[in-house]
């Protein structure tokens, strides 16, 4: 039987009192000081477009953010539209914190800002795409791609929107894979430091623990993150076959997705009203630990998702790096990789000039290309490029 918390009755009647009288603490990012690469006056704030309700707006008409619609999360070779794409999750993760920082009183457009940008990078084909495609630059390069850090590079490097300092760090800084208790932001004013955190981040991975989230919103995003795809990668997995909801175990936060998602939200507005930091008690942070544990164990790890991803979409992902590098090794400029990426790209920058140098590493070129597509373009490409190829990709239909 499902069991979903509430907040007490005390601090219920807090939040309400202070609301009503607009005296509760305020530990919020104040848009007074949002950072920007440049002074434009195109990006100043409004009475009625604040900053980052511009960077929102920025984020949503980037080229890249339609692709979140067919790039799957983790069941990849399916042709069923109920199961999760991205374009569902960053909705699902802004909706979470939005509802957690409308209770703290945190700013809600910066936290859709952080939410709806910070997959913008990601590759096709969930985590195991990302696996794959850091494997291949860092055989060639000895850097590393994650997929943070290329959502950051999107937005201010590939399509250079001019997006806060605020926005920026969020997206860099989120990361689903490693649970907190208690998230505490440390400041960073400038773009020096960022920058020298992100170029250290590609080169080691070790560095992204510098990465640390600058905002109270910041800290709520990367929990929402880890909310939002805790139970409902398990409602897709029982909609793939592949596990039953009894498989797991029902701790402080519950096994279902609705359960994770209530009792997550009113044990963190519990600990963290009127805080300068975001936290969950002891009993729902174990919680959150094991329920975690099981999703690798009986989803992300399992035979089934493992399979497909290595025999499948590995080799894949190879052949299609390979031959785009000796496109453009070999200056082809009839290859996807001119007509496609390049051309494609710098139509959008319009004024702004070419994306790609003269000196430019070819790899750079192959991995931004690469993470930007859908799981459909990827297929199709690998096709287009190998026509007779004997490899067929084998989706698993409604009806199987």
């Not at 390069?141 to 590079?153: A, D, E, K, L, Y």
């Not at 920058?195 to 995003?221: G, H």
């Not at 287009?384 to 698993?396: E, G, I, M, T």
Request: hydrophobic share 35%; net charge negative; charged share 30%.
């Amino acid at each position: 039987m499902p069991k979903f918390e509430t907040l007490s009755p005390e601090l219920s009647e807090r939040i309400r009192a202070e609301k009503m009288a607009g005296n509760y603490i305020d530990h919020s990012f104040d848009e007074k000081y949002v950072t920007r690469r440049k002074d434009d006056r195109h990006d100043e704030a409004s009475v009625w477009r604040t900053a980052f309700i511009r960077d929102i707006d920025k984020i949503m008409h980037c080229p890249y953010y339609s692709r979140y619609a067919d790039k799957t999360q983790v069941f990849s070779l399916y042709k069923n539209d109920d199961l999760t794409r991205r374009s569902l999750h960053v909705q699902l993760v802004s909706r979470i914190a939005r509802t957690i920082g409308k209770a703290l009183n945190l700013n809600l457009d910066l936290i859709e800002a952080i939410s709806l940008g910070h997959d913008i990078g990601h590759t096709p084909f969930g985590h195991a795409g990302e696996k794959f495609l850091d494997a291949l630059y860092r055989e060639h390069t000895g850097r590393r791609f994650t997929h943070n850090i290329q959502s950051v590079r999107v937005l201010d490097g590939i399509f250079p929107y001019n997006i806060s300092l605020q926005t920026l760090n969020g997206i860099a800084a989120h990361n689903g894979e490693f649970e907190q208790s208690i998230y505490e932001p440390k400041p960073m004013t400038d773009f020096a430091e960022f920058d020298r955190i992100i170029k250290a981040s590609t080169e080691d991975r070790k560095n992204m623990q510098e990465l640390y989230p600058s905002t109270l919103e910041a800290c709520v995003v990367c929990i929402s993150d880890i909310i939002a795809y805790l139970g409902k990668d398990r409602q897709d997995a029982e909609r793939a076959k592949l596990i039953s909801p009894d498989m797991f175990y029902s701790g402080a936060i519950g096994s279902y997705n609705s359960e994770i998602i209530n009792n997550m939200i009113v044990n963190i507005i519990e600990n963290s009203y009127g805080k300068p930091y975001i936290k969950m008690d002891e009993e729902h942070f174990e919680a959150l630990k094991r329920a975690k544990t099981e999703n690798y164990a009986l989803i992300y790890e399992s035979e089934t998702v493992k399979t497909q991803m290595q025999t499948t979409v590995k080799p894949i992902f190879t052949a299609i790096y390979e031959r785009l590098l000796d496109d453009l090794d070999r200056g082809n400029k009839k290859s996807t990789i001119f007509t496609h990426h390049i051309n494609y790209v710098n139509r959008f920058r319009g004024a702004k000039g070419s994306l790609y140098g003269d000196n430019e590493d070819h790899n750079r070129i192959v991995v931004d290309y690469i993470a930007s597509m859908t799981d459909d373009y990827c297929v199709d490409l690998y096709n287009h490029l190998f026509p007779a190829s004997d490899r067929k990709v084998v989706y698993k239909g409604y009806f199987d």
